[in-house]
C-alpha cells in the first residue's frame, strides 16, 4: 500500500502530536472547558465565536478579510464582528422576532451574512442558510419546510428568487435586503444596512442553554429529498475541538475554507469553527476559478485550506502547470471533505502542491468532523482517516429485529455507525420524527454510508447504501471502481452506478469525464473497459462506459449517480431541486 508519511520534522508542530494519546485523554467536559460558557452554565455560539475574543487581547486581531468578486477588499475585527452581531441582534429585537424563532439567509458570500449568522444566535433565534443559487422554488419549499420568520437577502436575489414567492409565505414577516446601496428598499422589504446603523453596538448576547436549537441545515439532497437537520448551541464544542484537532488551526493560521454557507461545511467550518479557534479566515466571494484560487492561496499565504474533491479534481484537471509561478509555501495543511477523495487525488495534491488532501468524513447530521487524517499520522490514501477524539465508530450490520451487531473483524464491508451522543450530533429532522427515530438503532447512529476498517482502525469509504451496487451476488462500491478508472491517464473524473438485469441483479455502469485534449473513441471506450477489468475483475468491472463533459452534481459538489441512473433507463429524475445548473 502507498502511504505518504507526514513531514519528520514540522516548522510548526501539528496540535495533536499522537492520535493514540489524545484519543485515550480526551473528554467532552474537558473539550468544552476550552470554551468560555455564559454565566449558569448556558452556551452560545457566537459569544464562542466572537465575544469572548472580543473581550480580550484578540478584539484587533482580523477575523474575517474578505474579497469581494471584483477585487473590493474589507477585513473585520473580531472587535467590529461583536459590535456588527448585537446589532443584527438588536434589530431582530426591533423585529419582534422571538427566541427559537428562524432566520434564513439567502445571498452570496457577503459580509452581511456572516453579521446575520452569527448576529442571528447571538439573539438566540435559529440561522439557516440557502443556497443562493437555489431557484424561486426550492427556497420557498425551504422557508415554508422550516416556518421562516425573517429572510436576509440581496437586491438581485430578492427581485429574482423571492419576490414572486413572498404571497405564499405568510410566516415571512420581514426580508431585510443588504447592499442596497442608496437605492430605496424594494416595496415590502426593509433596508438592512440601514437597520444596523440604528441598532445597539452592545446588545448582550442572550442567555441561550447548550441543547437550545441554533441551527437548520438542509442536506445535500444527493440521494432524494432534502432533510433539514436540526442542531443546537451544543455543536460549538464540536466546532471548536475539531478546528483544533483535525483542521489543526493555530493562533496565526490564515484559514480559507471554500465551501458555501448554504451547506453544513460553509457554516460549521466557512464560519463557527475558525472563529471560535481566533484565527482570520478568508472569504471569497467568487466562485471556483484556477488562477483566481493559486492566487489567492498564494497572495493570502493560506496556511490551512479546506475544500472538497469537485474542486480538487477540477485543479488537477487543469494540471499542475497552472500552479505556475505561484508560491505555495504557506500552505501546511489542506483538507477535504464532501464525497470520496479518490486515491489519485491524493497523490497529485502530494506532487503538485507539497501538501496531500487529508480527507475528512462528516455529514449535515453529524454536524462537524467525526473521522479525519490527522496532521500527524501517515495517509493511506482512499482511506477517510481515523475516528476523532471523542467519537466512537464503528460497521454494523443490521439485524432482521431493527437491531445493530458491531462487526468486530477487518476488512469487512457494512454500515458506517457513530455512538450517539456527541454534542454536535443533529438532534431531530425537522417535522419528521419517525425518520429522525430511524436513524439510530441500539445506541448507534445509522450512517447510510458503507465502509470498512482495516486492522489497524482505518476506516474505508464504500459507497452510499442508496448507490452500491448488487451484481452476481457481490455488493460493489461505486468509489472503488471510480477511483481505479480515475488511474487511467485519460480519466480525471468518473461516476459509476448499477442498472438493473435480469441475470445479474445489477450490471455496472460508469460515465467518464476524460482530461483536456483526450477525444472518446471506439478504441479508448474499449481499452477503459479493458484497463477496469485487469484491475478490478470482469464481475465488478463497468460494462459499459460513457463519455460526458460533466457529471451531474449537487450544488455541494456532489455527483449525482441516481440521476445517471435514472437517465440511463429513462426513468423521472426525482427531486433536482439541489442540482447544479438547475435554477
Ligand atoms: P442527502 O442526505 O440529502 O442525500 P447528502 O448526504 O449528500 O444529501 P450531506 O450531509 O451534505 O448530504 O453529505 C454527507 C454525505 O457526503 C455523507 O453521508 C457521504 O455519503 C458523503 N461524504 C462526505 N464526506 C465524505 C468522505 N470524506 N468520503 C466519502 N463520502 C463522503
Ligand atoms: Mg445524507
Redesign the pocket.
Known amino acids: 500500500m502507498r502511504v505518504i508519511r507526514p513531514p519528520a520534522s514540522a516548522s510548526v508542530p501539528p496540535n495533536v502530536v499522537s492520535y493514540e494519546e489524545a484519543r485515550a485523554r480526551f473528554s467532552w467536559a474537558e473539550a468544552r472547558s476550552a470554551l468560555d460558557g455564559l454565566p449558569d452554565g448556558g452556551l452560545n455560539i457566537c459569544h464562542e465565536a466572537v465575544d469572548r475574543h472580543a473581550q480580550g487581547e484578540r478584539a484587533g486581531h482580523v477575523a474575517i478579510r474578505w474579497l469581494g468578486r471584483t477585487g473590493a477588499r474589507r477585513e473585520i475585527t473580531y472587535g467590529e464582528l461583536a459590535e456588527l452581531t448585537s446589532r443584527f441582534a438588536s434589530v431582530l429585537d426591533g423585529l419582534g422576532v422571538d427566541r427559537g424563532e428562524r432566520v434564513y439567509a439567502l445571498s452570496g458570500r457577503i459580509p452581511e451574512l456572516y453579521v446575520a449568522a452569527l448576529g442571528t444566535l447571538k439573539r438566540g433565534a435559529v440561522f439557516c442558510p440557502l443556497f443562493s443559487a437555489f431557484g424561486p422554488e426550492p427556497v420557498a419549499q425551504r422557508l415554508a419546510l422550516g416556518d421562516a420568520r425573517v429572510l436576509v437577502t440581496t437586491p438581485v436575489l430578492h427581485r429574482r428568487k423571492v419576490a414572486a414567492i413572498r404571497d405564499r409565505l405568510p410566516g415571512l414577516r420581514h426580508v431585510l435586503v443588504a447592499g442596497l446601496e442608496g437605492e430605496p428598499a424594494p416595496e415590502g422589504t426593509l433596508d438592512l444596512d440601514a437597520l444596523l446603523a440604528a441598532g445597539d453596538p452592545r446588545r448582550r448576547v442572550e442567555a441561550t442553554a447548550a441543547e437550545d436549537w441554533a441551527l437548520l441545515h438542509?442536506?445535500?439532497?444527493?440521494?432524494?429529498?432534502?432533510?433539514g437537520?436540526q442542531h443546537v448551541h451544543d455543536a460549538v464544542v464540536v466546532h471548536d475541538a475539531t478546528a483544533r484537532i483535525a483542521l489543526d488551526l493555530h493562533r496565526d493560521d490564515l484559514f480559507w475554507c471554500t465551501a458555501d454557507p448554504g451547506?453544513?461545511?460553509g457554516t460549521s467550518y466557512g464560519i463557527v469553527a475558525p472563529l471560535c479557534r481566533g484565527v482570520t479566515m478568508l472569504v471569497d466571494e467568487g466562485e471556483l476559478d484556477v488562477e483566481r484560487w493559486y492566487s489567492i492561496l498564494a497572495d493570502e499565504r493560506v496556511s490551512v485550506w479546506y475544500t472538497a474533491?469537485t474542486a480538487l479534481r477540477m485543479l488537477m484537471r487543469a494540471g499542475a502547470e497552472a500552479v505556475g509561478g505561484h508560491d505555495l509555501g504557506a500552505l501546511r495543511l489542506v483538507a477535504?471533505?464532501?464525497?470520496?477523495?479518490n486515491p489519485e487525488v491524493v497523490l497529485w495534491t502530494d506532487e503538485a502542491y507539497g501538501r496531500p488532501a487529508h480527507?475528512?468524513?462528516?455529514?449535515?447530521?453529524t454536524g462537524g468532523i467525526m473521522?479525519a487524517n490527522l496532521a500527524c499520522d501517515e495517509i493511506r490514501p482512499g482511506s477517510?482517516g481515523r475516528p476523532l477524539p471523542g467519537i466512537d465508530a464503528a460497521i454494523v450490520h443490521r439485524d432482521e429485529y431493527g437491531g445493530v451487531r458491531v462487526v468486530e473483524e477487518a476488512g469487512v464491508e457494512g454500515e458506517l455507525a457513530l455512538r450517539a451522543g456527541w454534542p454536535s450530533m443533529f438532534r431531530g429532522y425537522l417535522d419528521q420524527p419517525e425518520r429522525y427515530a430511524a436513524a439510530f438503532s441500539d445506541g448507534w447512529y445509522l450512517?447510510?454510508?458503507l465502509a470498512r476498517r482495516d486492522a489497524d482502525g482505518w476506516f474505508w469509504?464504500v459507497g452510499?447504501a442508496?448507490d452500491v451496487i448488487k451484481t452476481s451476488g457481490h455488493l460493489i462500491g461505486p468509489?472503488e471502481v471510480e477511483s481505479v478508472l480515475m488511474e487511467h491517464e485519460a480519466v480525471v473524473e468518473a461516476a459509476v452506478f448499477g442498472v438493473p438485469d435480469e441475470v445479474a441483479g445489477e450490471l455496472v455502469e460508469a460515465v467518464v469525464c476524460l482530461a483536456p485534449g483526450v477525444e472518446w473513441t471506439p478504441e479508448l471506450r474499449r481499452e477503459l473497459v479493458g484497463f477496469a477489468r485487469t484491475r478490478l475483475g470482469p464481475s465488478v468491472a463497468p460494462r459499459g462506459i460513457e463519455a460526458a463533459d460533466e457529471l451531474p452534481r449537487?450544488r455541494?459538489g456532489?455527483i449525482m449517480r441516481r440521476l445517471l441512473r435514472a437517465r440511463a433507463l429513462g426513468l423521472p429524475e426525482g427531486d433536482t431541486s439541489?442540482l447544479e445548473g438547475a435554477a
Open positions: 438542509f442536506t445535500s439532497g444527493t440521494t432524494g429529498l432534502p432533510k437537520a451547506w453544513v461545511t474533491p477535504s471533505v464532501g464525497e470520496p477523495l480527507d475528512d468524513w462528516w455529514q449535515t447530521e473521522i477517510m450512517s447510510g454510508d469509504f452510499r442508496d468509489f449537487t455541494s456532489k439541489t
